[in-house]
């Protein structure tokens, strides 16, 4: 039985949205229906709860195309 971790859902949430996007602009302003955002960070883009902005994870680099 594998136990998941918060990142590990955010991570199969974002590529379950990242699939229905029709392009990264969109992704995007999807997610932010959901109270999440795309930041750049010091090693690439991250991913941001709103209206906080506490870092989740950094995105994988398969999401951003």
């Known amino acids: ?3 998941k971790t918060e990142t590990n859902r955010v991570l199969d ?6 699939a229905k996007a029709p392009n990264f602009r969109s992704f ?3 997610l932010v229906e959901y109270g999440y955002c795309i930041s750049k960070g ?5 991913v941001e709860t709103l209206p906080n902005r506490q870092t989740v ?9």
């Open 57 to 65: 994870c950094a995105l994988p680099r398969e999401l951003h195309v």
């Open 1 to 3: 039985m594998q136990i």
């Open 42 to 46: 010091a090693h690439g883009l991250v």
């Open 13 to 18: 949430f974002l590529a379950a949205e990242r």
């Open 28 to 30: 995007r302003r999807q």
